[in-house]
């Protein structure tokens, strides 16, 4: 796990000292498409599994990789800092949130089959870049079909919105929905 590159010495250096620990870092820094898919495949309990946890700790993720870059690197978030590094104490995942993903896959996968042919959804772990190492992403889920080929699958809870139809909801500013220029209603492309 990358948690365990951490040097508490390095607190006390200069930004372009750390740009150049980091640089060199990222160049012996390895992971080869093999140990990418073994991990995905070791993780697919996802926070159920420590593994995850290990493997998550110290990279950007696709849920961080938005405030990642936005973050000041002279003064980064401490709050986005502890996110990337310890995943474990910030994950908020409720079994009710597990229990409610895999419904809404499951509700997926019959929509799916009723327009697509040879569907197979499946869950999905956790997969590092093997090109960039420190970055990392689990997916809700894969699918596939022989009409169009692989894909992800992203669930996003609307709690927040029930009492709200699908085009109200999408015109408040804060929900994963947006509607486009010609109104169809889409998930927001800048959404984190």
């Not at 990642?68 to 009710?96: G, N, R």
């Not at 997926?108 to 970055?135: C, K, M, N, W």
């Amino acid at each position: 796990p990358l948690i365990n590159l951490y040097d508490r010495q390095a607190r006390d250096v200069s930004t372009e000292e750390l740009e150049e620990r980091a640089e060199k870092l990222l160049e012996n820094m390895t992971v080869t498409q093999e140990q990418s898919e073994i991990v995905e495949e070791e993780t697919r309990a996802l926070s159920k599994s420590n593994i995850w946890f290990d493997q998550r700790s110290g990279r950007i993720t696709a849920s961080t990789f938005k405030a990642a870059t936005k973050t000041d690197i002279t003064k980064p978030s401490v709050s986005l800092i502890q996110k990337i590094c310890y995943p474990k104490s910030h994950s908020f995942t409720s079994e009710a949130t597990r229990n409610h993903e895999e419904l809404a896959r499951n509700y997926y996968e019959i929509q799916h089959r009723l327009a697509h042919s040879d569907v197979l959804v499946e869950t999905a772990g956790f997969r590092i870049s093997p090109t960039h190492p420190f970055i990392g992403a689990s997916p809700d889920g894969y699918v596939s079909c022989s009409c169009c080929g692989p894909g992800l699958i992203e669930i996003k809870c609307t709690f927040c919105a029930k009492a709200l139809s699908e085009g109200e909801a999408a015109d408040l500013a804060n929900f994963c929905l947006e509607k486009n220029e010609q109104g169809t209603i889409r998930l927001k492309p800048d959404h984190a």
